[in-house]
C-alpha cells in the first residue's frame, strides 16, 4: 500500500510536463500485457507465494527510482511495477480464494460466503495500511517548514479544471515540494517496503478519486499537504465497510451491495460536478472521499470474491483476466487524463458506473439460470 500512495503522490510531485501521468499510465499498460501473460505461468511454476515475493523486488524499484524523477527513471521503474503487479495481483486473489474454500469445507460453510469474508478481511488489512501511507506523507508535509505545497493561486477548481489550458498558460495545480521533503517521504516509504509481503494490494486506486479529485479538487483548493488527510478518510471508511461487507454477504447476497455501490459512486460523481470546491466548505472534502471510500468497498470485495466463484476451477486464468481488463483501464484513463476537462472525465466515468451495472445484471441473471437448470 506504500508503494500505492507513492504512485497517487507521483501525479502531483511530477506534474510538470505530465512525467507523474505519463509514468502512472506506462505502469498500467506494463501491468495489462504482465496479466496476459504471465500470472498462470509463475504460479504454476513456483507457486502463489513466492510469486508475491518475487514480484516485491519489482515494486522496490519504484521507490528508489523517484529519489531522481526523470523521464527514463520513472518509465523503467513503471515497467518493472507493471511486470510484477499482474503476477502478484492473480497469485493474491487465488490464494485468498483456495484459502476461503478451504475453510469453507472445514466449517461447512457455503464457499462463496467463505470467499466474500476472506476479501472481505484482507481488504481491510491493505485499506488500513493506505491510511498509515498517506499518513506519513501528510506528517512530511505539515512538519516541514517551508515546504513549498500550500494551494497554488487558481482560480478554476473542480470540474471546470482543463489541464490542457493550465500548461498553456503556465499554471500547474500544485507547486513541487522542496527536495528535502520529497527524499525524507521516499526514505520513510523505502524503509516500509519489505513490510507489504504480507500486506500488499497492488492495484493503484481508482483513477478519479486518486487523480481527479487529489488535484482538481483538494489540492488545488487546500494544497497538497492536505491530500493524504482526505486519502485517510477514504481507506477508514474503506476498510471498515470492506470487513463489513464481507461479513453481511451471507445475508443480503451481492445484488444490493452492487447496488448500493453504483448509487453512491454515481451520487459523488453528480456531486463533484455541481460543487464548487472552495477553502470555506472544509468538511465537504472529507465526506466525499468517504462515501467513495464505501463504494469502493463494494467493488473491492464483491468483484474478487465473485470472480473466485464463477470461475473456481480456472482461478489462476480468471484473476489474470481480472487485472488485465482492470488494467486497461486505468491506462486509458490516464492516457487521456493530461488533455479533457475534469467534467468530461466525470461524464466518461458515470456512462461506465452505469454500463457496468447493467452488465453485472446480465452476469447474475446467466448464473441464476445455471444455478436454477
Not at 470540474?159 to 498553456?168: K, M, R, S, V
Request: charge should be positive; glycine fraction near 10%.
Amino acid at each position: 500500500m506504500i508503494v500505492i500512495t507513492l504512485g497517487k503522490s507521483s501525479s502531483s510531485l511530477n506534474r510538470i510536463e505530465g512525467l507523474g501521468v505519463a509514468s502512472l499510465s506506462v505502469m498500467y499498460v506494463s501491468l495489462s500485457l504482465s496479466s496476459l501473460l504471465l500470472p498462470p505461468l509463475l504460479i504454476k511454476k513456483i507457486g502463489c507465494k513466492w510469486t508475491i515475493v518475487a514480484s516485491m523486488f519489482c515494486f522496490l524499484s519504484y521507490s528508489l527510482c523517484n529519489f531522481y524523477p526523470s523521464w527514463p527513471t520513472l518509465i523503467i521503474s513503471s515497467v518493472l511495477v507493471g511486470l510484477g503487479g499482474g503476477p502478484l495481483w492473480a497469485s493474491k486473489s487465488t490464494y485468498i480464494t483456495i484459502a476461503g474454500n478451504n475453510y469453507a469445507e472445514t466449517c461447512g460453510k457455503l464457499a462463496k460466503d467463505a470467499v466474500n469474508q476472506y476479501f472481505g478481511i484482507f481488504f481491510f488489512i491493505c485499506q488500513t495500511w493506505r491510511v498509515w501511507g498517506n499518513l506519513i506523507s501528510s506528517l512530511v508535509f505539515h512538519l516541514t517548514p517551508n515546504a513549498g505545497i500550500d494551494a497554488p493561486n487558481q482560480t478554476i477548481c473542480g470540474a471546470g479544471d482543463c489541464p490542457a489550458e493550465l500548461t498553456q498558460s503556465g499554471n500547474n495545480t500544485a507547486g513541487r515540494p522542496s527536495n528535502s521533503v520529497i527524499y525524507i517521504l521516499l526514505g520513510s516509504y523505502t524503509v516500509g517496503l519489505p513490510l507489504l509481503v504480507l500486506k500488499i494490494n497492488p492495484k493503484p486506486h481508482t483513477g478519479i478519486i486518486a487523480r481527479e479529485v487529489k488535484l482538481s479538487y483538494v489540492t488545488c483548493v487546500l494544497g497538497l499537504k492536505y491530500v493524504g488527510f482526505v486519502i485517510i478518510c477514504f481507506g477508514v471508511t474503506n476498510s471498515i465497510c470492506a470487513a463489513v461487507f464481507g461479513k453481511v454477504t451471507q445475508y443480503t447476497g451481492r445484488v444490493p451491495l452492487f447496488l448500493l455501490g453504483a448509487a453512491i459512486n454515481i451520487g459523488c460523481i453528480i456531486g463533484f460536478l455541481i460543487w464548487k470546491p472552495m477553502t470555506g466548505n472544509f468538511a465537504v472534502f472529507f465526506v466525499m472521499s468517504g462515501l467513495w471510500g464505501i463504494a469502493d468497498a463494494v467493488w473491492q470485495t464483491q468483484l474478487s470474491s465473485l470472480y473466485g466463484v464463477l470461475f473456481e476451477k480456472n482461478k489462476e486464468a480468471a484473476f489474470a483476466n481480472f487485472s488485465l481488463w482492470e488494467s486497461l483501464g486505468f491506462a486509458i484513463a490516464f492516457g487521456y487524463s493530461s488533455f479533457l476537462c475534469v467534467y468530461i472525465k466525470l461524464y466518461i466515468l458515470m456512462c461506465v458506473v452505469v454500463m457496468g451495472i447493467l452488465l453485472y445484471g446480465a452476469v447474475e441473471y446467466i448464473e441464476h439460470g445455471n444455478t436454477v437448470s
